[in-house]
């Protein structure tokens, strides 16, 4: 493999890796009200972290298995699984930031290729907001995924 497509590799992977590390950084959560008791989503800070250094791990361990004495085959599967975690990790992000942007307090969203999970930090949800939720979910992840709403201040 080129150093070149080493390097753009690598940065992707980066720029992924700082925008989790964004929406995760302390005090970017929000509260629920503005009364003297605030709720913050420290629990879907702590997911995202789990989530972040798991997979951050998996692309390690990827790229030390590219590092191997291995066939162009297994690099290019090697690299697509990476491409694939990096997409995912990124519509994960962007979706996040889309919820929260609308009026949720916070949201923690869990992709894979055949289901998301879409968590809300809010006091209710309408049908209505859970359809739109699942459609957008489905122009984001693609229409033959599951999509699991739930919503509350715990994720069980």
Same mark, same amino acid.
């Given at each position: 493999?080129?150093?070149?497509?080493?390097?753009?590799?690598?940065?992707?992977?980066?720029?992924?890796?700082?925008?989790?590390?964004?929406?995760?950084?302390?005090?970017?959560?929000?509260?629920?009200?503005?009364?003297?008791?605030?709720?913050?989503?420290?629990?879907?800070?702590?997911?995202?972290?789990?989530? *972040?250094?798991?997979?951050?791990?998996?692309?390690?361990?990827?790229?030390?298995?590219? %590092? !191997? /004495? +291995? &066939?162009?085959?297994?690099?290019?599967?090697?690299?697509?699984?990476?491409?694939?975690?990096?997409?995912?990790?990124?519509?994960?992000?962007?979706?996040?930031?889309?919820?929260?942007?609308?009026?949720?307090?916070?949201?923690?969203?869990?992709?894979?290729?055949?289901?998301?999970?879409?968590?809300?930090?809010?006091?209710?949800?309408? *049908?209505?907001?859970?359809?739109?939720?699942?459609?957008?979910?489905?122009?984001?992840? %693609? !229409? /033959? +995924? &599951?999509?699991?709403?739930?919503?509350?201040?715990?994720?069980?």
């Amino acid at each position: 493999m080129k150093p070149q497509n080493k390097v753009t590799i690598f940065m992707l992977v980066m720029i992924v890796m700082l925008s989790i590390y964004y929406f995760a950084m302390p005090g970017k959560d929000k509260p629920i009200d503005d009364g003297d008791d605030p709720i913050f989503s420290q629990e879907f800070i702590d997911l995202r972290k789990v989530k *972040t250094d798991a997979r951050q791990a998996m692309i390690e361990d990827l790229y030390d298995y590219i %590092g !191997t /004495d +291995v &066939n162009p085959d297994q690099v290019n599967a090697a690299l697509s699984t990476i491409s694939e975690i990096t997409t995912l990790t990124t519509n994960e992000s962007l979706f996040e930031a889309e919820l929260i942007d609308v009026g949720y307090y916070d949201a923690y969203v869990e992709g894979s290729n055949r289901e998301v999970k879409v968590f809300l930090y809010t006091d209710e949800l309408s *049908t209505t907001q859970v359809i739109n939720i699942v459609d957008k979910a489905k122009m984001r992840f %693609g !229409t /033959d +995924v &599951n999509v699991i709403t739930r919503y509350g201040y715990e994720v069980n």
